[in-house]
């Protein structure tokens, strides 16, 4: 069935860039809305950003401004590129999938599948 796969985490300094990728399965990716949450230990997980089939996209107060989510059809693959990087964005972010409707949610129950998650660290 469908497979989402994370990939781009790794450790980086406070002010740097990454840029995280989520690789899908899916006949019909053009049609799904696609998150990222993060989960930092100790902490509930959290929204981070999302866009819709139609390319509309939303995002936490948080990382509004630094980080940004795009998407690729014709590769199946979503990005959320995160810069200005702080250590407070430390987490396991992982991308989701919502497939029954292409409409962005905040609220995590409302995704279909999910990645495993990558590791993004920043140190200060």
């Known amino acids: 069935q469908v497979q989402l796969v994370e990939s781009g985490g790794g450790l980086v300094q406070a002010g740097g860039s990454l840029r995280l990728s989520c690789a899908a399965s899916?006949?019909?990716?053009?049609?799904?809305?696609m998150g990222w949450f993060r989960q930092a230990p100790g902490k509930e997980r959290e929204f981070v950003a999302a866009i819709s089939w139609s390319t509309s996209t939303y995002y936490a107060d948080s990382v509004k401004g630094r980080f940004t989510i795009s998407r690729d059809n014709a590769k199946n693959m979503v990005y959320l590129q995160m810069n200005s990087l702080k250590p407070e964005d430390t987490a396991v972010y992982r991308c989701?999938?919502?497939?029954?409707?292409?409409?962005?949610?905040?609220?995590?129950?409302?995704?279909?599948?999910w990645g495993q998650g990558t590791q993004v660290t920043v140190s200060s």
């Open positions: 899916g006949r019909t990716f053009s049609s799904w809305a």
């Open positions: 989701a999938a919502r497939r029954i409707t292409g409409v962005v949610s905040l609220t995590p129950s409302a995704y279909d599948d």
